[in-house]
Structure formats: structure tokens, C-alpha cells
């Protein structure tokens, strides 16, 4: 509903002139048909590729720096009788879930050892790692205690 501020005259208010619509020109039937239109534009349509950003991730030299940082444990070497592995046994006291008694759990852990460092009966440190071989997934960091 427009607004009317003379109700004898009907005059509305607000409303401003616009230009006239422009007339309407007879063309060709040919142009007309949809035939015609695919002419404005030749060849097949190539697309642009689409250009993802790619992640830079930086390589932490130390693993204090990482976002998520490895894992590490403190075990005794079980046995050292391969070349460059260790196999180390880490104790772990977790809370039974139901009973609430504190219960050991022991994990055979496979660590690699470059320099065939550590002895049967040592006490170690082992930090996690990314895959070394079927079951190595862990490497020496240090001997904390040598066996006596």
C-alpha cells in the first residue's frame, strides 16, 4: 500500500520518475534460437586449476619443542642378545577398575640401541619413535642405572 497525502488528488509520495523502459527491437529469428548462442564463445571450456595451500611443517629438532610430544618410559633391559635392540620390560601400577586394588601390568617394549649401549639388568630410558622394523617402535634415550 503507498502512502497518499491528498486523497481528492491521489497523489503518491515517494515515488521518483524512472526513465522509460526501453522499447523492444525486432531482430532476426536467427539470433533468436538457441543454436546461436554456443557462437559468442569458441573452443572447449577450460577450467583454472584450483591451487591448494600446502602445510610447511616445521621439523622440531628437540622433542620439548613438538605439539604433541613423545611418549617415554623407564624400563630394565630384559635382553640384549640382538644386534642394535634391546628388550625392555616396563612396569606400569594402574588402579583395577572394578576391585580398586593397584595392580602391575609389565610391557615388553622392542628399542632400538645404535650403538649397543646398554647390558642385560640395566635400567633405561626409551622414547617413542616412528616405525624401525616389524615391532621396533621405540629408541634408547639413555642409561639411567647400569646393572651391578
Do not use: C, F
Not at 502512502?3 to 532476426?28: F, K, L
Not at 645404535?114 to 634408547?140: C, F, H, I, M, Y
Amino acid at each position: 500500500m503507498s502512502d497518499i497525502t491528498n486523497n481528492e488528488e491521489n497523489v503518491e509520495v515517494g515515488v521518483t520518475a524512472e526513465a522509460p523502459a526501453p522499447a523492444v527491437v525486432a531482430t532476426p529469428a536467427v539470433a533468436e534460437t538457441p543454436a546461436a548462442a554456443p557462437a559468442e564463445r569458441k573452443g572447449p571450456v577450460v577450467k583454472a586449476p584450483v591451487v591448494k595451500e600446502s602445510k610447511v611443517v616445521a621439523v622440531a629438532e628437540d622433542d620439548d619443542s613438538r605439539t604433541n610430544p613423545r611418549k617415554v618410559r623407564e624400563g630394565i633391559v630384559i635382553s640384549d642378545k640382538m644386534d642394535m635392540t634391546l628388550v625392555v620390560a616396563v612396569n606400569e601400577r594402574v588402579r583395577h577398575p572394578r576391585y580398586g586394588k593397584t595392580v602391575q601390568r609389565t610391557k615388553k617394549l622392542y628399542v632400538h640401541d645404535e650403538k649397543n649401549d646398554a647390558k642385560l639388568g640395566d635400567r633405561v630410558r626409551v622414547q617413542e619413535t616412528r616405525p624401525l622394523s616389524k615391532l621396533k617402535r621405540w629408541r634408547l634415550t639413555e642409561v639411567v642405572e647400569r646393572a651391578r
